[in-house]
């Protein structure tokens, strides 16, 4: 080869590289659905590095064409950290799907297109199964639960994911390409299933704008509360975080307990419909973990709110909250029946037929890189199961009495390490007796 050659293939890599930091990618990345409210309608979010139309290719068949078409809204997000890096977030909604029904689809514009992915349609009214993936905690490295989550997935396991708080410790870091990583990382999972959130306390730089901007809940509260029904159920969605980042507006404890509030009248007006009352939530009002977090502490803000007011534990109570699902402990725990610390059972024999209080489920040890947190040695007593592996939650809600709650551990390859039954009569459902 002439010398010349080499030093001209290096200048035209050289160039192309430039080209190529200088044009960035209108191909989408961080593909993602979830479930905007309405029924027979899925919303899928992606990402681009140069704004470009927003559109939604969609059919039923699994080669060739795809007939049906979708718009939706393009923004943009500019991250707080020192780079400002841009990131262009589309929206677009699919509506009058098919209940039950799998769709292919596609998205982006001529400008580049995102590979074909498949997601089934929710089914409508409250007369069907969902089955769900529960956890949170789940981080861009150590993601322990992520690759049996991908095969669940993709043998149909389940309706719908919950991921309870904490996305990739965090979001904002190295300019928000941390961020980016984990939205790679779940979309084999997340383009495939809507992906319900709530915002943990790793969200919380430059005022959760990271989760604000990278997910699309129903609502407009962007993202921090907000409730959806599925099947026999209401799922309420909200922040813990209002309790403790008080320098982004004390008002948002007081906006957010009066739409609790309200929220919780409505769903028990309906509750001849959909019986069960689920809440999702990052901090816990109670654990038994060896840390000083704030689920330790006898009086957690969580529980009682601030001076007294705004206190979540009498609001759920008395709207007959039935499953509170929480994260942030990385671990797993199950309690008894409880509300003000006292063990409201059932019975002896089947604690969780007709309890007489909330049940109260921690699941945050999806993996991240602060690892596992311990227990202390001796249980409490409102405590009936702890696991200190690596794992998440499935919860198939199979009627308006009977719910079925998994755990499944990632370090026993799969094994169910706890596996309990939450039953509950049809009638008097507000009232805990």
């Known amino acids: 080869m002439h010398p010349l050659s080499g030093c001209c293939l290096l200048l035209l890599f050289s160039v192309a590289v430039q080209a190529a930091l ?27 590095w140069v704004p470009a139309r927003s559109e939604v290719q969609f059919g039923m068949q699994l080669s060739g064409p795809l007939p049906l078409r979708a718009q939706g809204t393009l923004t943009t997000f500019v991250d707080g950290g020192i780079l400002r890096r841009k990131l262009y977030i589309h929206r677009v909604t699919l509506r009058k799907l098919l209940p039950g029904v799998q769709y292919v689809y596609r998205c982006g514009s001529a400008q580049g297109w995102s590979r074909r992915f498949r997601f089934r349609a929710l089914k409508n009214g409250v007369h069907w199964s969902p089955r769900l993936a529960v956890f949170g905690d789940m ?27 904490d996305f990739a410790y965090n979001m904002d870091q190295d300019n928000a390409r941390v961020g980016d990583r984990f939205m790679q990382l779940i979309e084999p999972v997340a383009a495939s299933l809507p992906y319900m959130t709530c915002p943990g306390n790793h969200e919380q730089r430059y005022n959760f704008s990271n989760y604000k901007a990278r997910f699309s809940m129903p609502g407009n509260n962007e993202g921090l509360w907000y409730s959806w029904d599925l099947g026999p159920a209401h799922i309420i969605s909200f ?59 006898y009086e957690s803000k969580v529980r009682r709110g601030l001076g007294g007011k705004y206190g979540l534990e009498d609001l759920f109570y008395k709207h007959g909250v039935d499953l509170e699902v929480w994260a942030h402990e990385h671990s797993y725990e199950r309690l008894w029946p409880i509300y003000n610390y006292q063990v409201f059972n059932g019975s ?42 690596y794992g998440y939650t499935r919860m198939h809600i199979l009627n308006g009495t009977h719910i079925h709650i998994q755990q499944v551990s990632d370090d026993q390859d799969g094994k169910i390490v706890d596996d309990f039954w939450l039953v509950r009569p049809l009638h008097g459902r507000m009232m805990y007796l």
């Open 22 to 48: 200088e044009n960035p990618s209108a191909v989408p990345e961080h593909v993602h659905l979830s479930y905007p409210g309405e029924p027979g309608s899925m919303t899928v979010t992606w990402t681009t």
């Open 239 to 297: 922040s813990t975080e209002v309790y403790f980042f008080l320098h982004y507006g004390r008002h948002l404890v007081h906006r957010q307990f009066r739409w609790l509030e309200s929220d919780l009248q409505k769903a028990n007006r309906n509750r001849a419909a959909r019986p069960w009352i689920i809440t999702m939530g990052h901090r816990p009002m109670y654990c038994s973990n060896a840390d000083l977090d704030d689920c330790t502490k």
């Open 348 to 389: 002896l024999h089947q604690p969780y037929t007709h309890p007489r209080g909330p049940v109260h489920i921690i699941t945050g040890s999806a993996g991240c890189e602060e690892r596992l947190t311990p227990f202390v040695i001796r249980p409490r007593p409102w405590s009936a199961v702890r696991v200190k592996e």
């Open 139 to 165: 981080g861009a490295d150590n993601a322990k639960a992520l690759p049996r989550l991908r095969r669940d997935t993709q043998q149909g396991m389940y309706d719908a994911i919950l991921h309870v708080g």
